[in-house]
């Protein structure tokens, strides 16, 4: 809405003033009343050719804003500004600075329009300005600086401010870097972010410089220019004081754009390094303004200091590098000509960085992982039984398998992936039943096998918090659904007295009857389940490099199994499961019958075994093994 409002201001405002003049719109210069004596021809020839050249001005940057370069039409509409005020080329700064987006520089611009130039304004312009002011006041805030030493100068991005105590300074919202330095003490440094019609404090502790020397400076032909070292103006030429031990920028500045380019001094502790600049004009203006805003800045070399950094360098190429933790290194080359002209450079974050790898910037990851299952149960009938007699169970041995899984995510905030996940589970349990068991005849069995194997691939999704650097943490929730086969098989002895069929219904006393004894195997009816699961996860990794982690992690899946009825076997009834135990030929071998292969076989019939669930809700440990690769 702000863009479209300063376009559609610009637009009109800029159009309207192509055909403008300076000398229109300017005030004829003012005279004292009370001199009798006019201006001189020089003074009036004088007046004359600022005249003139702040129209030319003028009528250059017009052109340039209809090129879009709006930091070289800021640069002509500053340089008429200051040779002739006028209320057409304050508006048109205001709107440049809009279009370059430096919202508090532009809301000074509009509020100085009205200030000086308010009456001058047409019902339209003064509606328009109105209307721009009202976008920008919620596109500023302030900064407040206060510091333990009184006097301290104040740099908000690369710009001195004043001194402290600093009361509230306009600025842009965003992120900015505030610096705070006086000579014999640590410069202090600080980013903040300041919201909209936020007010932000800085505080600034400066303690005094431990290892220092001392940097002394004059220009070649002894010209009184500004000395600024790491950026920061601390006096003219010729200039001495003290400094910490390192390296420092330092460069001259003087009117007309006279300097000289930033150069590298080399303070040593306790010994005095000398500096002998030449001042040169300067025709380019730089204004570099990089991303993050604590970026560090070198231009040929030399270092420029962190975050924004404007002034005047010399017509022709120069490199620039832009440096940031975290982040890709960004080398421009730029060829200057003379004016203004700015360079914006914003770093692409290293997403292979370790800086963002615990703390991740949006990025992809990759997992494999294999894992051991234990449980106490799977929740099954037969285990249930188990655990509430143990008569029930001779032996038993816990579930236990494997797991192996592939995982992919996207990091949807530098420290939280959201992830899907493909693997397969498998668990075996194999329990040594004690069982009554019922057919034809009365039998029982003491040494009834009972395995269940469940293979399942599933499917998930879920989400992880990573915290840490080269020894790393992760929090893990996984939820899906497991695609089970189960499979279980019944095998044991059964024994029973089998009662010759001539005694069933006779009275007779002393039935003959066979203590039978005979082995029997039942392969059950595999079942097919949709098991819906929970899996919350700890790890704990080493990062091995910038794409590479390894890492230990221990699982608690939690397995929800529908109703799994077992069947199978020689039964017609889908619910219940039975075999045909196996006959015993002349098992009946005593006087009384007939030995003649028929009446004296042994046939125990068919065994029944109760209704039983495969499955329950089972709780699975699983300690775990993974790399994980970053990118």
């Known amino acids: 809405m702000v ?4 376009v559609v201001v610009a637009a009109q405002l800029i159009h309207s003033l192509v055909l403008a003049d300076p000398r229109a719109t300017a005030s004829a210069p003012v005279t004292n009343p009370s001199e009798t004596v006019g201006p001189t021809a020089d003074a009036r020839a004088a007046a004359n050719d600022e005249l003139r050249a702040a129209k030319e001005h003028f009528l250059r940057g017009i052109e340039l804003t209809k090129q879009k370069d709006w930091p070289a039409a800021l640069a002509e509409f500053r340089a008429s500004l200051g040779l002739h005020r006028t209320r057409v080329a304050l508006l048109n700064m205001a709107i440049c600075f809009e279009y370059l987006e430096r919202h508090a520089e532009a809301l000074d611009a509009y509020e100085r329009l009205v200030r000086e130039h308010g009456a001058e304004l047409s019902a339209k312009e003064r509606q328009e300005v109105d209307a721009a002011l009202r976008a920008l006041s919620v596109l500023v805030g302030t900064v407040e600086v206060q510091s333990n030493i009184l006097g301290a100068s104040v740099r908000i991005d690369g710009q001195e401010r004043g001194a402290t105590p600093l009361g509230a300074i306009r600025v842009g919202t965003g992120l900015h870097v505030v610096k705070v330095y006086k000579e014999g003490y640590e410069a202090f440094e600080a980013e903040i972010a300041v919201a909209s019609a936020q007010q932000a404090q800085v505080s600034a502790r400066l303690l005094r410089l431990g290892k220092a020397g001392r940097l002394r400076v004059s220009e070649l032909r002894n010209a009184p220019l500004d000395v600024l070292v790491d950026d920061a103006r601390v006096g003219t030429t010729p200039w001495e004081g003290l400094l910490r031990e390192g390296r420092h920028t330092v ?79 960004s080398r421009q080359r730029v060829a200057l000509r003379p004016g203004s002209q700015v360079v914006k450079i914003a770093l692409t974050r290293d997403r292979n960085g370790l800086r963002w790898k615990t703390a991740a910037d949006p990025s992809w990851l990759l997992e494999v992982s294999f894992g051991l299952g234990f449980a106490s149960s799977l929740g099954g009938t037969a285990s249930q039984n188990c655990n509430e007699r143990a008569t029930a169970c001779a032996d038993r041995s816990r579930p236990f398998g494997g797991v192996t899984s592939l995982r992919g995510g996207f990091y949807v905030t530098r420290a939280i992936a959201a992830e899907a996940v493909f693997g397969y589970w498998l668990l075996r349990e194999s329990l040594l039943r004690r069982l009554p068991l019922e057919g034809d005849y009365q039998f029982a069995t003491t040494d009834l096998r009972d395995t269940t194997t469940v293979s399942a691939p599933f499917l998930g999704l879920g989400a992880s918090y990573g915290f840490g650097d080269k020894l790393s943490g992760l929090i893990r929730f996984s939820l899906g659904a497991a695609f089970g086969h189960v499979e279980s098989q019944l095998s ?45 996860e700890f790890r704990v990794g080493y990062r091995l490099d910038r794409h590479f982690t390894l890492d230990l992690g221990l699982a608690v899946w939690v397995f929800f199994a529908p109703p799994s009825v077992r069947s199978g076997g020689t039964s017609s009834d889908p619910s219940t499961r039975a075999t045909i135990l196996p006959d015993v030929p002349q098992g009946y071998s005593v006087d009384e019958l007939p030995h003649d292969g028929v009446n004296d076989t042994v046939r125990p019939g068919s065994i029944r075994f109760p209704k039983e669930e495969a499955l329950g809700t089972s709780f699975v440990l699983s300690p775990q093994i993974g790399a994980r690769w970053q990118f």
């Open 3 to 6: 863009k479209a409002l300063r």
């Open 251 to 329: 460069r001259l500045r003087g009117p007309q754009r006279l300097g000289t380019p930033p150069i590298s001094a080399l303070v040593k502790a306790d010994e005095l390094t000398t500096l002998t600049l030449h001042a040169v004009e300067l025709a380019a203006e730089l204004r570099i303004e990089p991303f993050p805003v604590n970026a560090r800045i070198d231009v040929d070399g030399v270092p420029f200091g962190v975050g924004l950094w404007q002034g005047p360098l010399a017509v022709g190429v120069h490199d620039i590098e832009v440096t940031a933790e975290g982040h890709l290194a």
């Open 492 to 536: 044991g002895t059964a024994h029973g007295n089998v009662i010759h069929p001539n005694y069933l219904d006779s009275q007779k006393p002393n039935p003959i009857s066979y203590p039978y004894a005979g082995r029997f195997e039942l392969q059950e009816q595999p079942q097919n389940l949709l098991i819906p699961f929970i899996a919350p």
